[in-house]
């Protein structure tokens, strides 16, 4: 799609660039929305691995070691392969945590905080550029 098809100032310019203007911002606005989204879930992701570690150390100290006769009576031995497999899903969870914060949460603020923001100073330079060259064409004529 091409945006401009001529770069000639005109009331169909100015409507174009304030009609991308607004794209740009409701675009920001969601990506807001997601930027927080994807923070809070990482958060609870977070929270769910402290739960999961607390969760693994209770059943690790309550299976006791396995030379002990009360642990191999309670099911310590499955419960140590549980308490493995619990810390691995832990583990997991917390890589899928970090690739939250860098594919997600940080690829969003860097758009909403650069990209986006970019337009912004390009819509004042525009603004500027146009009142310069009002300036000019009044003077001429």
Same mark, same amino acid.
């Given at each position: 799609? /091409? $945006?401009? /098809?001529?770069?000639?100032?005109?009331?169909? @310019?100015?409507?174009?660039?304030? =009609?991308?203007?607004? =794209?740009? *911002?409701?675009?920001?606005?969601? +990506?807001?929305?997601?930027?927080? &989204? %994807?923070?809070?879930?990482? #958060?609870?992701? *977070?929270?769910?691995?402290?739960?999961?570690? %607390?969760?693994?150390?209770?059943?690790?100290?309550? *299976?006791?070691?396995? #030379?002990?006769?009360? %642990? &191999?009576?309670? &099911? *310590?031995?499955?419960? /140590?392969?549980?308490?493995?497999?619990?810390?691995? $899903?832990?583990? @997991?969870?917390?890589? @899928?945590?970090?690739?939250? =914060? $860098?594919?997600? +949460? =940080?690829?969003?603020? %860097?758009? /909403?905080?650069?990209?986006?923001?970019?337009?912004?100073?390009?819509?004042?330079?525009?603004?500027?550029?146009?009142?310069?060259?009002?300036? $000019?064409?009044?003077?001429?004529?």
């Amino acid at each position: 799609m /091409t $945006v401009f /098809t001529s770069l000639e100032d005109s009331p169909m @310019f100015r409507k174009q660039v304030s =009609d991308l203007e607004e =794209d740009c *911002g409701a675009l920001r606005e969601r +990506c807001l929305n997601l930027e927080k &989204g %994807s923070k809070d879930y990482s #958060d609870a992701i *977070g929270e769910m691995l402290e739960g999961e570690t %607390s969760f693994a150390n209770a059943l690790e100290d309550f *299976g006791g070691d396995l #030379d002990d006769p009360i %642990s &191999g009576a309670c &099911g *310590g031995p499955v419960m /140590t392969k549980f308490t493995i497999a619990l810390r691995e $899903v832990a583990t @997991f969870r917390d890589v @899928f945590r970090h690739q939250m =914060d $860098v594919m997600m +949460c =940080d690829r969003m603020n %860097s758009l /909403t905080n650069n990209d986006l923001q970019d337009v912004k100073d390009v819509r004042k330079r525009f603004d500027k550029a146009t009142l310069e060259y009002d300036t $000019v064409l009044e003077r001429f004529l």
